[in-house]
């Protein structure tokens, strides 16, 4: 599958100011291992910086996965391998 932007959402009320990390939800029925993938991201990356967190919620197996934005350079994301959250 392919990434799909209308499953990103900001987390909060969170504003670009500052240099804390944002907070994103993503839902997908991706394999945590393709949103892992470098490149996944690269259609939100003016959106995302190295850092950013990332929620990966699974809908078809049900998983979650944190992911952290690693680098983000020339419009190729790539982020963490995703630690894995109880969704039991």
Do not use: C, R
């Amino acid at each position: 599958m392919a990434f799909n932007k209308d499953g990103l959402v900001a987390a909060g009320g969170q504003s670009k100011a500052g240099d804390a990390p944002q907070t994103w939800n993503y839902k997908t029925t991706d394999a945590y291992t393709a949103v892992a993938a470098s490149g996944y991201f690269n259609e939100v990356a003016s959106l995302l910086k190295v850092g950013d967190i990332v929620w990966n919620y699974d809908s078809d197996a049900p998983t979650m996965y944190v992911h952290v934005v690693l680098t983000n350079a020339s419009g190729v994301v790539d982020v963490s391998a995703g630690t894995a959250i109880s969704v039991a």
